[in-house]
């Protein structure tokens, strides 16, 4: 039998029918598990630990970097890891972890769920115990198990907030449909691990994130400011014409700020040589995020600056692949 080491942060899917948080005591969630779902008891020796408990949306640097420590400090003694978690910014921690964790070698999959496990009509029944089944297979992945897929952490978005098939990862395809079989992709787990060495202490997130609509006001980002995210129209497109929008560019240049552009649209990405006006962006100093998610950009911009990084380091960090993310059209082929 597998061992596998379930972490519980908190979210929906422990909630009490009360909507009080399930006990905080790992012994008693265990058993409050074991209880409504005995067959988890037969998949896996299980270990249950409690990092934090709370709604994710509350989730700060500080719980990602806590998680993975744990997940590696852990690694020798267990042979995968589900992390529970709120599925409100569970994308987000499956994207910092997919680059923290990407030379792990083996599973982590993040699972939650959209109604409580304590309620007769909920979705938690089945992504725990399809959860629990994959981090038990060995596949070195960082993934999110959600409905009737199993999606890469780097590429996953949350795109519901009530279908049970919450999550997708709109530039790759699932590393698993669920049904009555699991039937994996062919290349899951084959990527080349490229992350820069050094990262993971501190995630620094002081970045200025702008989705823009249009006549929106433009001001250069706060002082405190190390990065800006631009979450653009289209293949990359800004309404260059504004003085403003070039002023606040203008301003991060001069102040060495990187500035990431993504696509508002979560289904292809950024293509800066597409148009005069991404052309007039990069050629301020701006850089392609290409199809990285927002939580991916979010996580790599973190990570950099975090470990010190600057203009240059953040450049090289959307030129390079760290752990699989989809990065340009055409992605698998290219993971
Ligand atoms: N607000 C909850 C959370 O993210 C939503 C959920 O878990 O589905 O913690």
Redesign the pocket.
């Known amino acids: 039998m597998r061992t596998i080491l379930l972490l519980h942060t ?4 422990g909630m009490m029918p009360s909507g009080e948080p399930a006990s905080l005591a790992p012994g008693r969630f265990l058993d409050h598990l074991l209880e409504q779902v005995p067959e988890l008891g037969q998949m896996a020796r299980l270990s249950v630990e409690v990092p934090f408990n ?4 509350c989730l700060e640097p500080g719980h990602i970097l806590l998680l993975a420590s744990r997940v590696r400090a852990a690694a020798q003694a267990f042979d995968g890891f589900v992390i529970i978690h ?5 994308a987000f921690t499956a994207s910092c972890l997919g680059f923290l964790l990407a030379d792990l070698g083996k599973p982590v999959v993040l699972t ?3 109604r409580p496990l304590a309620f007769v009509r909920s979705d938690a029944r089945s992504n725990l115990v399809n959860a629990v089944d994959l981090a038990c297979r060995g596949i070195p992945e960082v993934g999110i198990c959600f409905g009737t897929h199993w999606i890469r952490g780097v590429a996953a978005d949350k795109l519901s907030v009530h279908q049970f098939e919450a999550f997708q990862s709109p530039n790759l395809p699932p590393l698993a449909e669920i049904g009555a079989e699991i039937l994996l992709h062919p290349e899951v787990g084959q990527f080349v691990r490229q992350v820069p060495p050094g990262l993971g202490d501190r995630l620094d997130l002081a970045i200025h994130t702008q989705t823009p609509h249009p006549g929106m006001a433009w001001s250069p980002a706060p002082a405190q400011a190390r990065a800006m995210l631009i979450q653009a129209f289209g293949a990359g497109n800004l309404p260059m014409d504004r003085e403003d929008l070039r002023g606040a560019l203008e301003d991060a240049r001069r102040r060495r700020l990187p500035v990431v552009v993504i696509s508002q649209c979560p289904y292809g990405g950024v293509d800066l040589s597409a148009y005069e006006l991404g052309r007039r962006i990069e050629s301020m100093g701006a850089i392609s995020g290409g199809l990285h998610t927002r939580w991916a950009a979010l996580a790599k911009l973190g990570l950099v600056l975090g470990a010190g990084g600057g203009i240059d380091e953040v450049r090289e960090a959307f030129r390079v692949r760290w752990a699989g993310e989809p990065m340009q059209e055409g992605a698998w082929s290219q993971v």
């Not at 908190?10 to 899917?13: E, F």
């Not at 709370?54 to 949306?57: M, T, V």
């Not at 709120?86 to 569970?90: A, F, P, R, S």
Request: hydrophobic residues 10%; proline residues 0%.
């Open positions: 908190g979210g929906t899917l709370q709604d994710s949306s709120g599925t409100d910014t569970m939650g769920s959209q």
